[in-house]
């Protein structure tokens, strides 16, 4: 089965992102830019259904700027067999990312795509959801285990309390969970060969999507500050202050 | 205006965050309708119909709902929320996985994680691990939003009357099935529900060591959590994770043990009325946020504490 792979460059996880100065926008300019970790734990899934044999081509795409090329190129060094860029230096929200991938999806006809539940720059939690309803796939959101079975994949959701398992039609639509996989390190030789990989560059406009943003951004600033209270001396001045003080036990 | 807010339910009750998410709507202002849809679900819509502000509650009873699949559910929301201004839900991991789904089907670029409404078309909501806290503005006709619940103080469960209506409309799209659903059995309250959290991180050093936190849970009638990194250690299940990317809590008394305080962990919890740190390294960021600090080895603090309660 071929699987389609979506990847997003976001700023690198250990980076502590601040509003500018003016709250226009975030600052992040010469940040660590990375694969969103989410997106990682997709390809890996995807890489492994290859190595099971399940998977016989893996396509990654990322839309973006022209440096999204990177993240391609990482997820091909994990062992993605060919990457697609759709270039643009719009900022596109979920519904827009979703429409490009659903084009895409027309062209390639992927029997499943994988993408992380969430990037961890706008924390939207939407395209894989917002994809399954463009494309009429059925969608396994949070998954923590993909399993195949008589034309089907069931995945095992985690849900508020526990977990959920479904069974979908093919083609479908999974969205990544932490606990899905642990990603490998790509090695030196498979990062060399990822440079030889095939690469495509689209536009939106080529693909027929209007990327113009539904959602402005009016203002950013940090949240409320919590300040630091006081250290006690021991285990009893804590019940005390917990008790008496706080009021809260 | 006039607003749809699809109810969170078992099919017997309203959840909790239902009634959060009811006073997101009472915030934006109008004519507030519920929608609860599942199977054999009267119960629930008749606790719907008495939270305070709903003037009316849309029954869709049909065995396609049973199991809240998004593909079934999503097609309902988008069929019926096309007379709205504003369709509103829960943000739980049922109203995640199926308001996108929804808004897409309307052609509406949703807003996620709203913890303020600023006016009938303008929200604030956390971005990057809530380390940035964006104003934003809609200019789709239809608003679809998910609420976080802790942001907003519950409406009354009882005092209202209002009218339950019962919808034929069933969105078997056919593509999904439930199979089964393991959900972690346990008399202590649910993390996002209780009102003391105690939770546990990477200093834990195992699984069997919580056992230590169950106890004073107990005592307590607390909830158990647990740092991104307890739960990347396997030490506890994910569903146990606070944090950005886990559950968001906001309880009355918060207590950290072992959790050095990630940007990740603080997203999830630092909006807890009080927080108390247990902590070897008094370098730890989470000190930073505690009203109540504790430098010492959680291993005789813990149980010092079991102790003293």
Same mark, same amino acid.
């Given at each position: 089965?071929?699987? +389609?792979?979506?990847?997003?460059?976001?700023?690198? =996880?250990?980076?502590?992102?601040?509003?500018?100065?003016?709250?226009?926008?975030?600052?992040?300019?010469?940040?660590?830019?990375?694969?969103?970790?989410?997106?990682?734990?997709?390809?890996?899934?995807?890489? $492994?259904?290859?190595?099971?044999?399940?998977?016989?081509?893996?396509?990654?795409?990322?839309?973006?700027?022209?440096?999204?090329?990177?993240? !391609?190129?990482?997820?091909?060094?994990?062992?993605?067999?060919?990457?697609?860029?759709?270039? %643009?230096?719009?900022?596109?929200?979920?519904?827009?990312?979703?429409?490009?991938?659903?084009?895409?999806?027309?062209?390639?006809?992927?029997?499943?795509? !994988?993408?992380?539940?969430?990037?961890?720059?706008?924390?939207?939690?939407?395209?894989?959801?917002?994809?399954?309803?463009?494309?009429?796939?059925?969608?396994?959101?949070?998954?923590?285990?993909?399993?195949?079975?008589?034309?089907?994949?069931?995945?095992?959701?985690?849900?508020?309390?526990?977990?959920? %398992?479904?069974?979908?039609?093919?083609?479908?639509?999974? %969205?990544?969970?932490?606990?899905?996989?642990?990603?490998?390190?790509?090695?030196?030789?498979?990062?060399?060969?990822?440079?030889?990989?095939?690469?495509?560059?689209?536009?939106?406009?080529?693909?027929?999507?209007?990327?113009?943003?539904? @959602?402005?951004?009016?203002?950013?600033?940090?949240?409320?500050?919590?300040?630091?209270?006081?250290?006690?001396?021991?285990?009893?001045? +804590?019940?005390?202050?917990?008790?008496?003080?706080?009021?809260?036990? | 205006?006039?607003?749809?807010?699809?109810?969170?339910?078992?099919?017997?009750?309203?959840?909790?965050? %239902?009634?959060?998410?009811?006073?997101?709507?009472?915030?934006?202002?109008?004519?507030?309708?519920?929608?609860?849809?599942?199977?054999?679900?009267?119960?629930?819509?008749?606790?719907?119909?008495?939270?305070?502000?709903?003037?009316?509650?849309?029954?869709?009873? /049909?065995?396609?709902?049973?199991?809240? +699949?998004?593909? /079934?559910?999503?097609?309902?929301?988008?069929?019926?929320?096309?007379? =709205?201004?504003?369709?509103?839900?829960?943000?739980?991991?049922?109203?995640?996985?199926?308001?996108?789904?929804?808004?897409?089907?309307?052609?509406?670029?949703?807003?996620?994680?709203?913890?303020?409404?600023?006016?009938?078309?303008?929200?604030?909501?956390?971005? =990057?691990?809530? /380390?940035?806290?964006?104003?934003?503005?809609?200019?789709?006709?239809?608003?679809?939003?998910?609420? $976080?619940?802790?942001?907003?103080?519950?409406?009354?469960?009882?005092?209202?009357?209002?009218?339950?209506?019962?919808?034929?409309?069933?969105?078997?799209?056919?593509?999904?099935?439930?199979?089964?659903?393991?959900?972690?059995?346990?008399?202590?309250?649910?993390?996002?529900?209780?009102?003391? @959290? !105690?939770?546990?991180?990477?200093?834990?050093?195992?699984?069997?060591?919580?056992?230590?936190?169950?106890?004073?849970?107990?005592?307590?009638?607390?909830?158990?959590?647990?740092?991104?990194?307890?739960?990347?250690?396997?030490?506890?299940?994910?569903?146990?994770?606070?944090?950005?990317?886990?559950?968001?809590?906001?309880?009355?008394?918060?207590?950290?043990?072992?959790?050095?305080?990630? !940007?990740?962990?603080?997203?999830?919890?630092?909006?807890?009325?009080?927080?108390?740190?247990?902590?070897?390294?008094?370098?730890?960021?989470?000190?930073?946020?505690?009203?109540?600090?504790?430098?010492?080895? +959680?291993?005789?603090?813990?149980?010092?504490?079991?102790?003293?309660?």
């Amino acid at each position: 089965m071929k699987i +389609l792979v979506a990847v997003k460059r976001v700023v690198d =996880y250990n980076v502590k992102v601040r509003p500018k100065s003016d709250g226009t926008d975030v600052d992040i300019a010469n940040a660590k830019m990375s694969i969103n970790p989410f997106c990682e734990i997709a390809v890996e899934e995807a890489v $492994r259904l290859k190595e099971k044999g399940i998977a016989t081509e893996i396509v990654a795409v990322s839309l973006g700027a022209k440096q999204c090329q990177e993240q !391609i190129r990482t997820a091909m060094a994990l062992g993605a067999d060919r990457g697609i860029l759709v270039e %643009t230096d719009a900022e596109l929200e979920p519904l827009a990312i979703a429409k490009c991938l659903n084009a895409i999806i027309a062209k390639e006809s992927p029997e499943l795509v !994988i993408m992380g539940k969430q990037s961890i720059d706008g924390d939207n939690n939407q395209t894989g959801q917002m994809l399954g309803a463009l494309s009429g796939m059925p969608q396994g959101t949070f998954a923590s285990e993909v399993s195949f079975d008589d034309g089907k994949v069931n995945v095992i959701r985690e849900v508020d309390g526990g977990l959920q %398992t479904v069974s979908l039609n093919l083609p479908a639509i999974v %969205t990544t969970d932490l606990r899905l996989n642990e990603p490998r390190y790509a090695s030196l030789p498979n990062i060399m060969k990822a440079k030889r990989k095939p690469l495509d560059t689209m536009t939106p406009e080529e693909l027929g999507v209007d990327v113009a943003p539904r @959602v402005q951004t009016l203002k950013v600033e940090p949240p409320a500050e919590r300040s630091a209270g006081i250290k006690v001396a021991d285990v009893a001045e +804590l019940v005390d202050k917990l008790r008496n003080e706080a009021k809260v036990i | 205006m006039s607003i749809l807010v699809i109810a969170e339910h078992d099919n017997a009750s309203v959840k909790g965050a %239902t009634l959060n998410t009811i006073a997101a709507a009472k915030a934006i202002g109008g004519d507030i309708h519920v929608l609860v849809a599942g199977a054999a679900c009267g119960a629930a819509a008749e606790a719907a119909a008495k939270a305070d502000g709903v003037s009316k509650v849309i029954v869709a009873d /049909n065995a396609a709902y049973e199991h809240q +699949l998004a593909e /079934n559910v999503a097609a309902l929301i988008a069929d019926l929320g096309k007379d =709205y201004t504003h369709i509103l839900g829960c943000s739980t991991s049922n109203g995640k996985n199926i308001l996108p789904r929804a808004a897409a089907l309307l052609d509406v670029q949703a807003i996620s994680d709203i913890i303020s409404v600023e006016s009938a078309d303008t929200f604030k909501r956390p971005v =990057y691990a809530g /380390n940035v806290i964006a104003t934003v503005q809609s200019s789709d006709a239809i608003k679809v939003i998910t609420v $976080r619940g802790t942001a907003f103080d519950p409406v009354a469960a009882e005092g209202g009357s209002a009218a339950v209506e019962s919808t034929d409309n069933a969105q078997n799209v056919g593509i999904s099935a439930f199979v089964s659903e393991e959900l972690a059995k346990s008399d202590r309250p649910e993390l996002t529900a209780a009102s003391i @959290v !105690i939770s546990g991180g990477r200093g834990m050093q195992n699984g069997d060591n919580f056992e230590m936190l169950y106890k004073v849970a107990d005592k307590l009638g607390a909830a158990v959590g647990a740092s991104r990194a307890a739960v990347d250690a396997g030490f506890v299940p994910n569903d146990m994770q606070v944090g950005q990317t886990g559950k968001i809590v906001a309880p009355d008394l918060y207590v950290a043990v072992g959790i050095s305080g990630a !940007i990740q962990h603080l997203a999830g919890m630092k909006d807890s009325k009080v927080i108390v740190a247990i902590n070897k390294d008094e370098e730890a960021p989470i000190f930073q946020v505690a009203d109540y600090g504790l430098v010492a080895d +959680l291993f005789e603090a813990v149980p010092e504490l079991d102790a003293a309660l």
